[in-house]
């Protein structure tokens, strides 16, 4: 098992920058990548980013390209996302999460069965 978790979240103005971290503990070993996902009120979860754990390859959802950043460090077994120019419609509850499946590009990995691990959420409010 892999437990996660989140913290970072809070309110912050239209323009803003926030800085998410996830810290991983148990079976690390057997990540091979991590991601965030993010869940606004009425809406169904979706995609934001995710880096793998080796490597350093990322992907991010087209609605935060340019504007959020997502890094690890494998050393603290955590995995952090910067965001900046931060927009009312970023408003959610941020969710960390982690994958064993290898054999995946990374690219793919944008579906929520893709992750069997899951921070409990952080929230983000972005006032305009």
């Known amino acids: 098992q892999v437990q996660l978790v989140e913290s970072g979240g809070g309110l912050v103005q239209a323009g803003g920058s926030l800085r998410l971290s996830c810290a991983a503990s148990?079976?690390?070993?057997?990540?091979?990548?991590m991601g965030w996902f993010r869940q606004a009120p009425g809406k169904e979860r979706e995609f934001v980013a995710a880096?793998?754990?080796?490597?350093?390859?990322?992907n991010y959802a087209e609605s935060v390209k340019g504007r959020f950043t997502i890094s690890r460090d494998n050393a603290k077994n955590t995995v952090y996302l910067q965001m900046n120019s931060l927009k009312p419609e970023d408003t959610a509850v941020y969710s960390c999460?982690?994958?064993?499946?290898?054999?995946?590009?990374?690219?793919?990995?944008?579906?929520?069965?893709?992750?069997?691990?899951w921070g409990q959420g952080t929230q983000v409010t972005v006032s305009s």
């Open positions: 148990g079976r690390t070993f057997s990540i091979y990548a």
């Open positions: 999460t982690a994958s064993r499946a290898k054999g995946i590009a990374l690219a793919t990995m944008t579906r929520q069965y893709h992750y069997a691990y």
């Open positions: 880096v793998s754990w080796t490597g350093g390859n990322t």
